[in-house]
């Protein structure tokens, strides 16, 4: 049979104690080392798992598709066009999207741009040909470009009304 001592409360009544085993200090030392190393085991465990799911994206892997520039970014009405779209990730592009836009667009092809030193992805140049409705309302409208990784980011471009920055001609 374990010795037993007898430890009391404060708050317990005269009398009253509660039993407790006696333990030997070896082995709470030998209980507090083991418990130590579970600790650091467990945690290199976890810090590697969780820095192997954090790995960094390489350099080349590719991104979202999106959308720098268009220019010109500016045509008058009944006006045919070509521009060219700026950006990442637009090299594949098949087709472009137009929100509420009075004109069309047909993707005409692709230019070879250098490399800019201070860009960390390369960027592409597609020509659009866009054909701009007669009728159409002046106002801004929305280009995307469609690739097989997905939709651009919108750009605007800008209907203005025909003759715009013509003098005005003066009557009498």
């Given at each position: 049979m374990a010795r037993c001592k007898s430890w009391s409360w404060g708050l317990s009544p005269p009398g009253f104690s509660i039993p407790y085993p006696e333990i030997d200090d070896d082995k709470v030392l030998r209980s507090e080392v083991r418990m130590l190393a579970a600790w650091i085991v467990l945690a290199a465990?976890?810090?590697g798992s969780v820095s192997a799911l954090?790995?960094?994206?390489?350099?080349d892997a590719p991104g979202d598709p999106k959308l720098l520039s268009i220019h010109p970014f500016t045509s008058q009405r009944g006006a045919?066009?070509?521009?060219?779209?700026?950006?990442?990730?637009?090299?594949?592009?098949?087709?472009?999207?137009?929100?509420?836009?009075?004109?069309?667009?047909?993707?005409?092809?692709?230019?070879?741009?250098?490399a800019d030193k201070n860009s960390k992805a390369p960027v592409d140049a597609i020509r659009i040909r866009i054909q701009v409705d007669e009728k159409a309302k002046p106002g801004r409208y929305?280009?995307?470009?469609v690739t097989p990784r997905g939709i651009s980011n919108a750009r605007r471009?800008?209907?203005?009304?025909?003759?715009?920055?013509?003098?005005?001609?003066?009557t009498g």
């Open positions: 465990l976890l810090g954090a790995a960094p994206k390489g350099v045919q066009l070509v521009v060219t779209a700026r950006g990442n990730g637009l090299r594949d592009a098949t087709a472009v999207v137009l929100e509420n836009a009075p004109f069309t667009a047909v993707i005409d092809g692709t230019e070879p741009e250098a929305s280009v995307r470009l471009c800008a209907v203005l009304l025909s003759g715009f920055g013509a003098k005005r001609r003066t």
